[in-house]
């Protein structure tokens, strides 16, 4: 059997990383203004509407938001702000002190929205857990439930973070806590990770059980398959899945993941005997979503999905076309698929808004450092080849597998939605928040080229030197947004 599920081997690193990174979540939810993050008027729009009325929105026939919120947006000008570079917030002394006199006076509706919005179709699990936030801050303003959701949020990043540190125990073993910590300071330190779990977004409870899920596969594949390990697979798989439809691409890499467990089983049995606890967990894992597909689609709901097209699309070849035109300049004989399809998606859109991109996007630093950052990425990615390469024989190569193809996945399924959406005429939908749930995968590939340093003196070094480096750019990414929104 695989031994217990712990934090073993030396973990003094760990705490002094997660109180860094929970101060810096906590700045990025005070400092990032009320709906200055994608989505974040939507999302919180949805857990207010389940909080007050212990319903689900979407209702054609009622309002996108409740008075309240719509009173808020106005009042800080949100809706102008949002994507627009040129446009500030309305900084006036006193406006805060009118704005709680007019509530006062005249205190607006809470439950009097519920109509359908971005994220009206989602699944519900991170916003119960929001409802929770927002109830526990129900005695004051809007200001203070959107900054207790936020912090919500905030408290997930650091699960997200253990998660990193328990999936590079897996790959390293024990005694290596300087590649635990490169893993678990690169999923916690990088600027877009702490933004988006700086605000009311279910993203920050996918990272979370995408990590930890991640972890268990992992676990599975190189210990062997155990109920213990079996049913927290099945049970944050069905979390994730019930938190966004992007965890679609999660339910290849768990099965593998538990193939390879099932295989690895100490008591040796039949295929059948070994092939039945994989399907009692892969029923934990879809039978929830599969409940709340039938809810969704009875109450006359997109099915539980968002965003993903009507079209039959041109075929297999015409996705391809896509996704080539997506990453290279577009080739003589191919149509052109999009007028504005990036010609260098892998620059434009994973590393630079994968980076740094914050706002609704539009907040960005000059070219400049994202041509550094895509140099130290490319330099990152291929040490770690060349470590894998010369590793190769203490390499956790089932590990490897379940990580390669939940990138895959990932991928795949971010490119189709796009696709589809330009079937149906819509615009560009690639973000490069949408690839942090594998943050610690990130973490993983910079430890694996740290471990390719022999000394472990160079491998400290090497540690500081790049934790360090994240620490400053995520300072300088919170200084960038404050002069975005307050200078």
Not at 134 to 146: E, H, I, L, N, W
Not at 179 to 191: F, K, S, V
Not at 290 to 301: E, H, P, Q
Request: charged share 15%.
């Amino acid at each position: 059997m695989g031994g217990p599920l712990r934090v073993d081997g030396p973990r003094g690193a760990l705490a002094p990383l997660m109180i860094v990174v929970a101060l810096l979540g906590c700045s990025w939810a005070l400092l990032t203004p009320l709906f200055q993050a994608p989505d974040e008027n939507a999302h919180f729009a949805y857990a207010q509407y389940l909080a007050e009325t212990v319903a689900l929105p979407g209702d054609s026939d009622r309002r996108f938001s409740s008075e309240e919120q719509r009173r808020a947006t106005q009042a800080t000008e949100a809706d102008a702000l949002a994507g627009n570079s040129n446009a500030r917030a309305p900084w006036v002394p006193g406006a805060y002190d009118r704005w709680r006199a007019l509530q006062a006076r005249d205190p607006a509706l809470r439950g009097d929205g519920g109509g359908p919005n971005p994220a009206s179709p989602y699944p519900p699990a991170y916003y119960a857990l929001g409802a929770v936030a927002y109830g526990a801050g129900s005695g004051g303003d809007v200001f203070t439930r959107v900054l207790a959701m936020r912090l919500v949020s905030v408290a997930l990043l650091l699960v997200t973070v253990l998660g990193s540190w328990l999936l590079a125990g897996e790959f390293f073993g024990p005694g290596r806590p300087e590649l635990r910590l490169a893993t678990a300071g690169t999923a916690g330190l990088l600027p877009m990770a702490g933004f988006v779990s700086g605000s009311v977004t279910p993203d920050a409870l996918l990272f979370a059980s995408w990590t930890l899920a991640l972890w268990l596969a992992v676990r599975m594949a190189r210990v062997g398959l155990t109920a213990r390990t079996g049913v927290a697979l099945g049970v944050v798989v069905a979390v994730a899945l019930l938190t966004k439809t992007t965890s679609y691409a999660l339910v290849a890499p768990a099965l593998l993941g538990l193939a390879f467990g099932a295989w690895r089983r100490p008591s040796a049995g039949s295929a059948l005997t070994r092939a039945l606890p994989v399907a009692a967990v892969a029923a934990l894992m879809l039978a929830p979503f599969a409940a709340w597909v039938l809810l969704a689609s009875a109450d006359g709901r997109a099915s539980g999905t968002a965003l993903v097209g009507t079209q039959s699309g041109g075929g297999p070849a015409e996705f391809l076309s896509y996704v080539w035109q997506f990453y290279l300049p577009r080739l003589p004989f191919l149509t052109e698929y999009a007028p504005d399809l990036r010609p260098n998606g892998l620059y434009d859109v994973w590393v630079t808004t994968g980076w740094a991109a914050f706002g609704w996007l539009e907040v960005r630093f000059p070219d400049w450092v994202y041509a550094v950052l895509a140099a130290v990425t490319g330099a990152v990615a291929l040490l770690a080849l060349i470590s894998l390469a010369r590793h190769r024989r203490r390499v956790a190569w089932p590990g490897v597998a379940v990580l390669l193809l939940v990138l895959v996945a990932l991928a795949l399924g971010v490119h189709w939605t796009e696709y589809r959406l330009f079937e149906d005429g819509g615009q560009n939908f690639a973000q490069g928040r949408y690839l942090l749930p594998l943050a610690a995968v990130a973490g993983l590939v910079v430890a694996q080229a740290i471990a390719l340093l022999r000394s472990p003196g160079l491998r400290r070094g090497a540690l500081a030197v790049w934790l360090g480096a994240l620490f400053v750019l995520h300072v300088a990414s919170l200084g960038l947004v404050a002069v975005r929104f307050y200078a």
